[in-house]
């Protein structure tokens, strides 16, 4: 810290004396500065103590001297220095006065202690606080460095709450909180996440200093991570107190090491989607032998497991109302992929994460683990009425471990089945949809497509044509005919007319569509034409 006026007096070789304020000497000195101004305030900065010979200085008006010292105590001015023996034999009695009833600190210089000495003893201290200071922050950085590489992130942040004496907290990109110490800060520092979601709408680096939000004395600093334009983390600091020099060393050194734990290098991650995407290539084609060896230890654990693959697309404009456009499809698709990569790492998951040459997310993740329940819930909506957003989304089944038996085949089932569910997201205007959910459900609701209504309503047009004109009830006979199997005589019970009525009917069918009613295929198209025409339009 720097000296104070204490120390000052202290220093044998200046031989101050102190004549007023005796209990405020404990005031830290910024600096030493000589004014002779009967009115020095538009001069300084606060923190400084000065010196004086009161040559200007009407130093015997009582009333004055009571300005001045008012004036120089609310600038911050921490003491006044006044040269005895030099203009004065000692201090005027008005000065005096008027510092003892301000409380504030009057020291006598002596004429052998020359102004000049003052101002070196108190740049000097301040240059040996300094120097404390960054050699306290280069211990720091050591002591954070190495926690940094034997516990990684957490052990930073437990190494820093210690040495700022308070609380530090790390949180994620997506501002969760990730690490904490010490353990009762955990509450505390989720306080803070709407503060970090403001942070991290900013640029990279950005700073705040918000206020207890719990009611305390806390002040907390956030500082963000990253070494690109996207933040990549937040880091909090909590202490009762501004942070020292060395203390803002130590927390720099720490904003370091944790950007360059949180950021890894663009052509480390480069390499690595080259690599995720070469083995996703190799599973694809069936060679799941050659991408467990090329997967090695960063994918390896996943391709040992269950898994599921999931590939999401910007929704396109016949997609429903919310393919608003390929920019804010794009935008969304970025945020998937950092979902889930956070997702990922929060659990110790491994993820593999690829885009193809179409532009789609895929995604290769452990079946039931935290990466694919972060994208349901990307897929999820209020309700069916709800807006499904930009972003289309599919999911295979469970796919075996590769290698387990599969013969290669897993991956490309895995798929194929992903495709399909992405098909009818994209057909029904759904954010994501599930294979499972497509097989194990009826093929009814599929019927409510645009495409398979059209081709329904133009089928039957001539059978609604002719009911119209009032002339027969062809749609229902033929309905309850097909219900029946062709059975003349149930179906015209259904219908409360004689079998031979029914006949008649059929026949007209017939003509009217150009079409045998004996070809099964035909019998097949009409009746799923019929139910085309019950299903609502799908979205």
């Not at 907290?169 to 997506?174: F, P, R, V």
């Not at 990466?371 to 309700?383: D, I, K, P, Q, Y």
Request: cysteine-free; aromatic content about 4%; charged content about 25%.
């Amino acid at each position: 810290m720097p000296p104070t006026l204490a120390a000052l007096v202290q220093h044998s070789a200046l031989k101050l004396s102190v004549r007023a304020g005796e209990g405020r000497l404990g005031r830290e000195v910024r600096w030493a500065h000589v004014s002779e101004l009967a009115d020095p305030v538009p001069y300084l900065e606060g923190g400084e103590l000065l010196l004086v010979t009161a040559i200007t200085l009407d130093v015997h008006d009582p009333e004055a001297m009571r300005r001045y010292v008012r004036r120089l105590a609310d600038a911050g001015v921490v003491g006044l220095g006044f040269a005895v023996g030099v203009h004065h034999d000692d201090v005027p009695g008005a000065l005096l006065d008027a510092a003892r009833e301000a409380d504030f600190p009057l020291l006598a210089v002596p004429r052998r202690t020359p102004f000049l000495a003052i101002s070196k003893a108190v740049s000097a201290a301040i240059a040996a606080d300094q120097y404390r200071a960054v050699t306290a922050g280069f211990a720091a950085q050591r002591e954070l460095t190495r926690a940094a590489l034997a516990d990684g992130p957490a052990g930073v942040v437990t190494r820093l709450a210690g040495y700022v004496d308070g609380w530090a907290a790390l949180y994620d990109a997506s501002g969760a909180v990730v690490a904490v110490s010490p353990d009762w800060a955990a509450r505390r520092a989720a306080r803070y996440t709407a503060d970090v979601e403001r942070l991290r709408e900013g640029s990279v680096p950005a700073s705040a200093v918000v206020a207890d939000t719990g009611g305390g004395d806390d002040r907390v600093e956030l500082q963000s991570l990253g070494a690109g334009r996207r933040v990549r983390g937040t880091l909090a600091v909590g202490t009762g107190a501004p942070l020292g020099t060395a203390e803002r060393y130590a927390v720099h050194s720490a904003v370091a090491l944790l950007t360059l734990a949180t950021e890894r290098s663009r052509s480390l991650q480069g390499a690595e989607q080259r690599i995720g995407a070469a083995v996703l290539r190799m599973l694809l084609a069936g060679e799941a032998g050659h991408a467990r060896t090329v997967a090695g230890e960063i994918y390896g654990e996943l391709l040992d497991a269950p898994f599921r693959l999931l590939i999401a697309a910007p929704a396109e404009p016949a997609d429903g109302p919310s393919a608003s456009g390929s920019g804010s499809g794009e935008d969304a698709l970025r945020s998937l992929a950092e979902t889930l990569e956070t997702a990922a790492a929060r659990a110790a998951e491994p993820v593999l994460a690829v885009r193809d040459e179409d532009g789609r997310l895929l995604v290769l993740a452990a079946d039931e683990g935290a990466v694919l329940a972060a994208g349901r819930a990307a897929g999820a909506v209020a309700g069916p009425d709800a807006d499904p957003g930009p972003l289309r989304i599919g999911v295979s089944a469970a796919g075996p471990a590769v290698g387990a038996g599969t013969g290669g085949s897993a991956a490309p089932t895995a798929y194929h089945q992903a495709e399909q569910a992405l098909s009818v997201a994209r057909r029904r205007g759904r954010a994501l949809v599930e294979y499972g959910d497509v097989v194990a459900g009826s093929v009814l609701p599929l019927l409510g497509d645009e495409a398979v209504r059209a081709f329904s309503d133009g089928l039957l047009r001539p059978l609604y044509a002719h009911d119209a004109t009032g002339r027969g009830d062809l749609v229902a006979s033929l309905r309850a005919w097909l219900s029946r199997h062709g059975q003349w005589d149930a179906a015209a019970a259904d219908l409360g007319v004689h079998r031979h009525t029914l006949r008649y009917r059929m026949r007209r069918v017939e003509e009217i569509l150009g079409r045998s009613l004996d070809d099964p295929d035909v019998r097949m198209e009409l009746w799923l034409a019929l139910k085309a025409t019950e299903q609502p339009a799908a979205r």
